[in-house]
């Protein structure tokens, strides 16, 4: 008779100490009992182990992993004898030499063969069937090797024990053991997922409401410890909006510290940082950093900052020194009405009071927005260009729209208003991104916009 007794770990110690004493009340029957446990059991089962491994007859084997000649001749079966000796020693390193994890990398590989039925691919393809397969490996641990494997896989490459064992809330020594264990069973390697494939496994295993909160968990946890901005900001951005104020710093300073070549990280952390941020003024600094950011490639994303601090400026939260950044947004996407009530705001209530800017910030001359009583000028007062001397300037300025430029492109306003008089210098210069001229003389400045010149510069 043939007794077989899987995940030994997992039973009882009374049921343990019950199948052993059975076992010795039973020497010279017929009987093969086959009992199968993962390695570092736990401490409870000491003693009814012990009781087994004294029973006479009795003998202990470990099972190792595949060696390269193990997987090679599993690959016959599905490729023949010279396809496996050419793909063993690829498919070894994927697999670990683990049988499941080898199973599931065949299983890929014969889902979509690239070189027609009955071969596989020369690079493994870890797939859906390979997925299931590390988490078939993952589940048959305990608990605590489970939360392990994810805690490690959350934190990232090259976390050590200790900090997985603060995010876990496990013991140093539990968490030591879980990983030998991860490691024998080939899911690790150099304390690390073996490979990419794996570690997303790991990871979707978590729902997401957990795997926001051991991000939020690990951000925390670095902080306190004093890690650098850009490794804290990447648990930021995998647990979502952290309505948290040291957030909004750590993200801050991480977009600073971003490379210039990288764009698109500063970016999403600025992102990160405005979703986050309820300062109603940090926001609207962070709404000018994202614009600024985005003008030069996507305007539309750039214009949908602009309405936050339009609203900014109608509740009365708006900062003064941001106004004309705004007049000037505004200038640009042609919204003139709206730019000329951010402007009277500017002379008025957001003008008033020491340190307050004026009109000279935003480059605009306030006969334009505010023309005298009747729009026609002073009495007696002559029109521009008629009957005056050479050189002379005019005495008032029409009301009339700054900027005429074609309608079917807004961008390119600027270079138009670039190469009318020295009276529409101002407008010329207030765009948003604007870049200095390169025209040695001759030439106002800040008249190349978005990469483009006008024909006189």
Not at 49 to 76: E, I
Not at 127 to 155: E, H, K, M, N
Not at 334 to 342: C, F, H, P, S
Not at 397 to 416: C, I
Request: charged share 25%; net charge positive; aromatic share 4%.
């Amino acid at each position: 008779m043939l007794v077989t007794v899987d995940d030994l770990q997992l039973a009882e110690p009374r049921s343990v100490e019950a199948l052993a004493s059975a076992m010795a009340r039973l020497p010279g029957a017929r009987l093969l009992v086959v009992l199968a446990e993962r390695d570092a059991p736990p401490p409870e089962l000491a003693t009814a182990r012990a009781a087994l491994l004294a029973l006479p007859g009795c003998q202990r084997m470990t099972l190792p992993l595949l060696p390269p000649s193990g997987v090679r001749t599993a690959l016959t079966t599905a490729v023949g004898g010279t396809g496996a000796a050419r793909l063993a020693p690829a498919y070894h390193a994927a697999s670990g030499g683990h049988p499941l994890l080898l199973q599931g990398l065949v299983e890929d590989g014969a889902a979509a063969p690239p070189d027609g039925p009955g071969s596989l691919p020369a690079r493994p393809v870890t797939g859906g069937f390979f997925r299931q397969a590390v988490l078939g490996c993952l589940y048959r641990w305990d608990r605590a090797t489970v939360d392990t494997a994810r805690g490690l896989a959350v934190l990232g490459r090259g976390a050590p024990p200790e900090d997985v064992a603060r995010l876990t809330g496990l013991p140093g020594g539990r968490v030591r053991r879980a990983l030998a264990a991860l490691a024998e069973s080939a899911l690790l390697e150099r304390g690390w997922f073996r490979a990419p494939a794996v570690h997303s496994a790991v990871l979707d295993s978590l729902v997401e409401a957990q795997r926001a909160r051991l991000h939020l968990a690990a951000a925390r946890m670095l902080r306190a410890d004093g890690r650098p901005p850009a490794r804290v900001a990447r648990h930021l951005l995998a647990a979502g909006p952290v309505r948290e104020r040291w957030a909004v710093d750590v993200l801050r300073r991480a977009a600073d510290g971003a490379a210039r070549e990288k764009p698109a990280a500063r970016l999403e952390l600025l992102e990160a940082a405005y979703r986050c941020c309820e300062d109603a003024s940090v926001r609207a600094g962070l709404a000018v950093e994202l614009i600024r950011l985005l003008w030069p490639t996507r305007l539309s994303a750039a214009a949908r900052y602009l309405e936050p601090l339009r609203q900014d400026l109608a509740a009365g939260r708006l900062e003064p020194e941001l106004a004309p950044f705004l007049a000037r947004g505004l200038l640009w996407l042609g919204r003139d009405e709206e730019a000329l009530e951010t402007y009277r705001w500017l002379l008025t209530a957001g003008g008033r009071g020491p340190g307050r800017p004026g009109p000279a910030r935003l480059r605009l001359p306030s006969p334009w927005t505010e023309p005298p009583a009747g729009g026609e000028g002073p009495a007696g007062a002559r029109r521009p260009g008629r009957g005056r001397r050479r050189g002379s300037r005019p005495s008032w300025r029409p009301r009339r729209s700054p900027v005429r430029a074609p309608a079917r492109t807004p961008a390119r306003r600027p270079v138009a208003a670039c190469r009318r008089r020295t009276r529409w210098r101002p407008w010329c210069t207030s765009g948003p991104g604007a870049r200095r001229c390169r025209r040695p003389n001759g030439c106002w400045p800040n008249c190349r916009l978005q990469q483009e010149r006008s024909p006189h510069c």
